[in-house]
Structures are given as structure tokens and as C-alpha cells.
């Protein structure tokens, strides 16, 4: 069983920065490969990001160069470093674990534009 609370999210101006961070508990991230995804209401999640076991990262085409994923094994926390913010990426933000055995999912962070 794994845990997963995100943090971090507010509310940003376009060009803006944030960082989210997602923290685990329960089994270590090590055995996951670990992932962002980000969900407007009334339309579908989307991935963001994901960084699997080996540390190999994949990024959707919208947020390539501007967002980068990382994982701390050691700290059982995963991270979304966001720069350049557009308003398309107001969203909000669930991180997730997943394994061949099983997928879980955080609560969601919020990342609000204000213009």
C-alpha cells in the first residue's frame, strides 16, 4: 500500500513558476514508476509527466522544456518543477504510483491562474 499526498499548488500568474511535490508513505517509491497528471473539470485526466524505476522521464508535448519531473527515492517524494506557466496548465494535479501489481493515486493539488 502506498499513500500519496501532494503539495504545493496555488495560485500562479502566466510566465510564473511552482514546484509540486508529492509525498509517499507506506511501501517505498523505488518499486513505482511515478507519474503527474493533471485534470480541468469536465474533461479527462491527462498524464503530465512520468518518471520510471530506472529514472527515465517522459513529458507531454504542451509542457516539454518547461516542466521537469523528478523522483527522491530516499525522501519516498516525487516532484513537478513548473516554469513558464500558461493558463492551459491551470489544472489540477494528482500524482500517481504504479507497478505491475498495483496503481494509486494522490488527492490532487490545485494550480489556479490568476489572470
Known amino acids: 500500500q502506498v499513500q500519496l499526498v501532494e503539495s504545493g499548488g496555488g495560485l500562479v500568474q502566466s510566465g510564473g513558476s511552482l514546484r509540486l511535490s508529492c509525498a509517499a508513505s507506506g511501501t517505498g517509491i523505488s518499486v513505482y514508476t511515478m507519474s503527474w497528471y493533471r485534470q480541468i473539470p469536465g474533461k479527462e485526466r491527462e498524464l503530465v509527466a512520468e518518471?520510471?524505476?530506472?529514472?527515465?522521464?517522459t513529458y507531454e508535448d504542451s509542457v516539454k522544456g518547461r516542466f521537469t519531473i523528478s523522483r527522491n527515492n530516499d525522501m519516498n517524494t516525487l516532484f513537478l518543477e513548473m516554469t513558464c506557466l500558461k493558463p492551459d496548465d491551470a489544472a489540477d494535479y494528482y500524482c500517481?504510483?504504479?507497478?505491475?501489481?498495483?496503481?494509486?493515486w494522490g488527492r490532487g493539488a490545485q494550480v489556479t491562474d490568476s489572470s
Open positions: 500517481q504510483a504504479y507497478n505491475r501489481r498495483a496503481i494509486y
Open positions: 518518471v520510471d524505476t530506472y529514472g527515465a522521464t
